[in-house]
T-cell receptor, first 123, second 106 residues
Framework: EVQLVESGGGLVQPGGSLRLSCAAS????????MNWVRQPPGKGLEWVAY??????????YYADSVKGRFTISRDNAKRSLYLQMNSLRDEDTAVYYC??????????????WGQGTTVIVTS | SYELTQPLSVSVALGQTARITCGGN??????VHWYQQKPGQAPVLIIY???NRPSGIPERFSGSNSGNTATLTISRAQAGDEADYYC?????????FGGGTKLTVL
């Protein structure tokens, strides 16, 4: 079964750091580009970051709202995706999803999503 | 920056056809994807590249894209179709989501 499982969410103070993980199973992880997408409480979806597949020359993109604070990375040997979040702000409070791009790449939509992990930034 | 505009809400009678629009400048030049999200659940891809359905998605769901508007059409609406629907595109190395539309089946 194709599956993504996020972990690492929790409560953190403003200015703090957190590292999210996403464990992939059921497919050849290295062949797929991946994304982090978040959803603040009661609000819509907001894309956070993208990382290409192993054939994509390590291309990484970030939303302007997290650029310079968040870092996306992957370990294909461990079949895992990561999001290092630094200098966290109240507005980073959200459910964070990892999502796989379709087999054709980033122009094929995000066809597999994890269940999400919750990050709450509060003092 | 590129923006996608969706109606906040759409209502449809049980068994009728619902249409949810996604407006963007010359959106016809982009690949539009649609997601369904039910309360407490992760989004599900229901249409990719304007009009293609992933395996397992009922034929009742269809998509089109023309000019400045992409449209998700849900035929023979069922109670189980009540959800939030989001359109999405790529623009300038950025993923853009529409604000989402809440579909109510009456």
């Amino acid at each position: 079964e194709v599956q993504l499982v996020e972990s690492g969410g929790g409560l953190v103070q403003p200015g703090g750091s957190l590292r999210l993980s996403c464990a992939a199973s059921g497919f050849t992880f290295s062949d797929y580009s991946m994304n982090w997408v978040r959803q603040p409480p009661g609000k819509g979806l907001e894309w956070v970051a993208y990382i290409s597949s192993s054939s994509g020359s390590g291309t990484i993109y970030y939303a302007d709202s997290v650029k310079g604070r968040f870092t996306i990375s992957r370990d294909n040997a461990k079949r895992s995706l990561y999001l290092q979040m630094n200098s966290l702000r109240d507005e980073d409070t959200a459910v964070y999803y990892c999502a796989r791009d379709g087999a054709g790449g980033l122009y094929y939509g995000m066809d597999v999503w994890g269940q999400g992990t919750t990050v709450i930034v509060t003092s | 920056s590129y923006e996608l505009t969706q109606p906040l809400s759409v209502s449809v009678a049980l068994g009728q056809t619902a249409r949810i629009t996604c407006g963007g400048n010359n959106i016809v030049s982009k690949n539009v994807h649609w997601y369904q999200q039910k309360p407490g659940q992760a989004p599900v891809l229901i249409i990719y590249r304007d009009s293609n359905r992933p395996s397992g998605i009922p034929e009742r769901f269809s998509g089109s894209n023309s000019g400045n508007t992409a449209t998700l059409t849900i035929s023979r609406a069922q109670a189980g179709d009540e959800a939030d629907y989001y359109c999405q595109v790529w623009d300038s190395s950025t993923v853009i989501f529409g604000g989402g539309t809440k579909l109510t089946v009456l």
